[in-house]
């Protein structure tokens, strides 16, 4: 339901845009990380931490509240319970509005640096993999540590809460190396 809300929000504010754009823009917006930040701007994690208060113990229930797998996965929840109450029409223009600094960050920033490079790279018959060189701090607070590998090199590093954003770093770098 995010995606269909998300897409038509996307296709009649940018008619002009290109269908693959709209579908990168669309793809960030919905996207873990995305749904994260609208949950803590709706304060979700508070909330969770409040209701949630006796079911586990405190520590785990502070930790879980604050959590991006999380606050995505309860915000995802909110909107289905909403759904089914409300029906698509009512809440509409209320996801919109939850998600509309998402959708304007994603159509004025680049966002997808991977996609970007793999494109670039292909259209020179070269090819692009991922590898993560290191893996630091405990399992709920990861740091990790990717290489962009083009033909054998490594053309970038990169570091982030995630193997995805690491990788994101990584192919920023190596864009800056591969662009004419």
Request: net charge negative; proline share 3%; with cysteine.
């Amino acid at each position: 339901m995010l995606e269909l809300v998300v897409a038509r929000a996307l296709y009649e504010r940018y008619p002009d845009l290109a269908e693959g754009k709209l579908a990168k823009i669309r793809s960030h917006v919905v996207s873990r990380a995305s749904c994260a930040v609208v949950a803590r701007e709706l304060d979700l994690g508070r909330r969770l931490a409040e209701r949630g208060s006796g079911i586990v113990p405190d520590d785990e229930l502070a930790r879980l509240s604050k959590n991006r797998n999380v606050l995505a996965a309860l915000l995802e929840a909110v909107l289905a319970a909403l759904f089914l109450e409300h029906g698509f029409s009512e809440i509409e223009k209320a996801i919109v509005e939850a998600f509309n600094d998402r959708i304007e960050y994603a159509a004025t920033t680049h966002v997808d640096f991977k996609t970007e490079l793999q494109e670039q790279l292909a259209a020179l018959g070269r090819q692009v993999s991922y590898s993560v060189l290191e893996v630091d701090g405990p399992p709920h607070d990861r740091k990790f540590t990717s290489a962009a590998v083009i033909d054998g090199d490594q053309a970038g590093v990169g570091v982030g809460p995630s193997k995805k954003a690491a990788e994101q770093e990584a192919a920023k770098q190596a864009l800056e190396k591969v662009r004419p």
